[in-house]
C-alpha cells in the first residue's frame, strides 16, 4: 500500500514532463463517438471530478453528451488540525463549492450526493458498488453504451481506491467503458513507475483548458488557505496544481465490452458471441451492395495507413506471407512487393471476387476464400498480416487463430497486427484486447509499436529458438 502525505515534497512536474506522458496515445474517441455515449461521473469529494476530468468534461458539455455524477463524500476531513472550522461547516462550504463547480461545467442539477464519511468509503465498498451499478443501469437504459469516469483504483488514497475499485467492477460487470483519473498518483509516483505507460491522453482545446482553470478556482477551501491560523494550510498547493494544469488529461482506459467478462455465453446475455462465420455473412452482405464500402482506395486515412504499415515491417523481403482478411485486396497488393510469395485469404467471397481482378498483376499472389480458424492453409510463412481483422473472430476463435500461426511461422518470421483503437460495436473484441492477446498467448518479442488516436500497428518477432505455449 502506497503511504504518502500531501505535505510531502511529491514528484515535480518537470519531472512528469519529461518522462514521456505526452506521447501517451490518444484516448480513440472523437466527438461523435463521446456525443452518442452517455458518462457517469464519479467523485469521492468535491474537486475530485475537476483536478482529474474537468477538461473531459467541459469536452462533453461541448459535443452535448449526457452526463450524471455522483459525489460520495463531503470532504469534510481535509483539514483535520482545522481550529477555526468544524468538519460541518467544512462540508457545507465544500459542497457549495461543488455545486457551483457543476455549474461552470454545465452540469447544475446533473448531481446527486451520497454523505459517506470521508476517509472512510473503503467501510461502505459493497452500498458504493450497488449504488454505482444501479446508476448505470439507469443511466445507460436497455441498450445505451455508457462510460464511467471514476478515480484510478490505485491512486494512493483510500477514497479513491475504493471507489475506482467498485467502478472498475461494475464497468466490467455492465461491459462498459471506464475511465480512470490520477490524482495523488502525480504525487507520489515517478515517471519509472510502470502504471502510466498503457494510459492514454485526451488533448485539450485552449477552451476547455479555461474552463477547467475556472472551474478549479471554485474549489477555494482547497486551493488557498482556510485562515492564516495554523491547520488551515492550503491543501493543494501550486506545485502540485501543476499537475493539472497540463494541455491534456490522462485516463486509464478500458473499452466498452458488447459481451462483459463472465457473461460470453448465451444464457446470460440472450446472446452469443459473434463468429466468424457470421463476420463471413455480414461482409458478404456489404461487399454485394458496394465495390469498396470503407473506401481503401480513396481515403488518405487509409492510404496512409497502408503505407505505415508496409513500412514497419522489419525485414526488407520475404519469402512467403500469409495475408488474413485481405477484404478487397488493397494491402496485398502493396504487400506484393516485399514478398516472393503471398497468399490472401478472406472469408467473403464478394470481397475476394474483387480482390482477384487488384491482383491479376502479381504473379507470386493467390488468393483463397478461407474461413478462418477452421479452414487454415498448409505451408509455412515468414511473413503473417492481421489487419484489421481481429476483433471479428469471437475470443475462443482468436485463441486458435493465434496457435496456428505458431505453428506456421518459421522461426524468426514476422506477425504483423494492424487494428483500430475505437469500440467495435457488435463484436466481442476491440483492437487493444486483440494485440494484448496475441502478444500473452505468443510471448514473442516486439519488433516495433506504433499507437496513434485511430490505430496500433504492432510486429512480434516469432523466436529463432521454440517457446513452450502456455
Known sequence: MVTFLHTDEGTDES??????LAVLPELPLGPQELAAMKFLVLAAHPDDETLGAGGLLARLQTVGAEVDVLLFTAGEASHPGSTTVSREVL??????????????????????????????????????????????????????RLAI????????????????????????????????YP???????VPEHPD???????????????????????????????????????????????????????FAWTAPQEFPAGQQDATATGKAPRTSK?????????????????????????????????????????ASGLEIGCSIGTLTADLAA????????????????????????????????????????DGSYDLVVMSEVGYYFAAYE??????????????????????????ISGWELDGERVHALARDRLAWPAAGVYRERDFLLETLTAPKASVPAH
Open 338 to 377: 516485399r514478398c516472393t510469395n503471398l497468399l490472401a485469404v478472406d472469408a467473403s467471397g464478394a470481397a475476394l471476387e474483387r480482390a482477384v481482378e487488384r491482383l491479376a498483376p502479381f504473379p507470386g499472389v493467390a488468393a483463397r476464400q478461407l474461413t478462418l480458424p477452421g479452414e487454415w492453409p
Open 183 to 189: 490524482i495523488w498518483y502525480w504525487h507520489w509516483a
Open 278 to 318: 457470421e463476420a463471413q455473412r455480414i461482409f458478404d452482405h456489404v461487399h454485394s451492395r458496394e465495390a469498396d464500402p470503407w473506401h481503401y482506395t480513396t481515403s488518405w486515412y487509409e492510404r496512409r495507413k497502408r503505407a505505415l504499415t508496409v513500412a514497419a515491417l522489419p525485414e526488407e523481403h520475404y
Open 15 to 20: 519531472a512528469w514532463a519529461g518522462g514521456g
Open 149 to 180: 469516469v471514476a478515480p484510478y483504483r490505485a491512486d494512493g488514497h483510500g477514497d479513491h481506491d475504493a471507489l475506482g475499485a467498485a467502478a472498475a467492477a461494475v464497468a466490467a460487470d455492465g461491459g462498459y467503458a471506464l475511465l480512470e
Open 398 to 423: 482468436l485463441d486458435v487463430l493465434l496457435e496456428r500461426i505458431r505453428e506456421s511461422v518459421v522461426p524468426g518470421g514476422t506477425l504483423l497486427l494492424c487494428h483500430w483503437r475505437h469500440p
Open 91 to 144: 462540508a457545507a462550504i465544500r459542497l457549495a463549492e461543488f455545486e457551483a463547480a457543476l455549474e461552470c461545467l454545465g452540469l447544475k442539477d446533473r448531481w446527486r450526493y451520497h454523505g459517506l464519511p470521508d476517509s472512510g468509503l473503503a467501510e461502505h465498498a459493497g452500498d458504493i458498488t450497488r449504488c454505482i451499478a444501479e446508476a448505470a443501469a439507469g443511466l445507460a437504459g436497455p441498450a445505451g
Open 196 to 250: 502510466w505507460q498503457s494510459w492514454v491522453r485526451l488533448p485539450l482545446e485552449p477552451g476547455e483548458q479555461s474552463v477547467k482553470a475556472r472551474t478549479l478556482q471554485e474549489h477555494t477551501s482547497q486551493t488557498r488557505p482556510l485562515s492564516p491560523h495554523p491547520g488551515d494550510e492550503v491543501l493543494l498547493d501550486e506545485s502540485f496544481l501543476r499537475h493539472f494544469s497540463r494541455p491534456f488529461e490522462t
